[in-house]
Each structure stands twice: as structure tokens, then as C-alpha cells.
Nanobody, 121 residues
Framework: QVQLVESGGGLVQAGDSQRLSCAASGGIFSYAMGWFRQAPGKEREFVAAINWSGGSTYYQDSVKGRFTISRDNAKRSVYLQMKSLKPEDTAVYYC???????????????WGQGTQVTVSS
């Protein structure tokens, strides 16, 4: 069983940077890890993912070049470095773990409780 806890959310201004962290209890060495987000009134959407080794990363088109996902298996942690934030990035951000990568939220097995990111214009 994997439990995930996100941290690092908050209120920032457009153009700022922010780093989200996800701490796992239980081993995540063999899992793909992902970040998803959900804005008010919208469906949860894929943001970024990384394979078990960190050798492959995947991004939603709207965040490519601005967001970077990374992981530290020794620390059982995953990170999302966000820069050049825009108001449309405002959402609750969720960390997730799964046996394989997918950009479909419903296919992921384990989820954190989410952390709010608000970007003011």
C-alpha cells in the first residue's frame, strides 16, 4: 500500500515559480509517479509523469518547458518544479502512483489528498 502526501502549494503571482513535493510511505521504487490537477468545475487532468527510474518524463502540452517533474527514490519523494506560472495553472494538484504511465487519471491506483496552487494575475 502506498500513501502519498503533497506539500508546497500556496498563493503566488503570475510569472513566479513554485515547487511541489510528494512524500510517499511505502516503496515507490517500481512505480510510475505523476502529477495531476483539478480546477473548479473542471475534470481532473494529467500534468506530468515520470517512470520508475526517472529516465522518462511526460508532460501535458500546456506545461512543457515550464514544469519539470523529478523523483528521488531514496527519499521516496517526487517533485514538480513549476516556473512562469499563469493564472490558468490555478488548481488543486494531486500526486499519484501507478504500476505504469498513463495520462488517464482513472487508471492510476494511488492518490494524495491534493495541495492548492493559486496563481494571481
Amino acid at each position: 500500500q502506498v500513501q502519498l502526501v503533497e506539500s508546497g502549494g500556496g498563493l503566488v503571482q503570475a510569472g513566479d515559480s513554485q515547487r511541489l513535493s510528494c512524500a510517499a510511505s511505502g516503496g515507490i521504487f517500481s512505480y510510475a509517479m505523476g502529477w495531476f490537477r483539478q480546477a473548479p468545475g473542471k475534470e481532473r487532468e494529467f500534468v506530468a509523469a515520470i517512470n520508475w527510474s526517472g529516465g522518462s518524463t511526460y508532460y501535458q502540452d500546456s506545461v512543457k518547458g515550464r514544469f519539470t517533474i523529478s523523483r528521488d527514490n531514496a527519499k521516496r519523494s517526487v517533485y514538480l518544479q513549476m516556473k512562469s506560472l499563469k493564472p490558468e495553472d490555478t488548481a488543486v494538484y494531486y500526486c499519484a502512483a501507478n504500476n505504469y504511465y498513463s495520462d488517464v487519471p482513472s487508471l492510476w491506483d494511488y492518490w494524495g489528498q491534493g495541495t492548492q496552487v493559486t496563481v494571481s494575475s
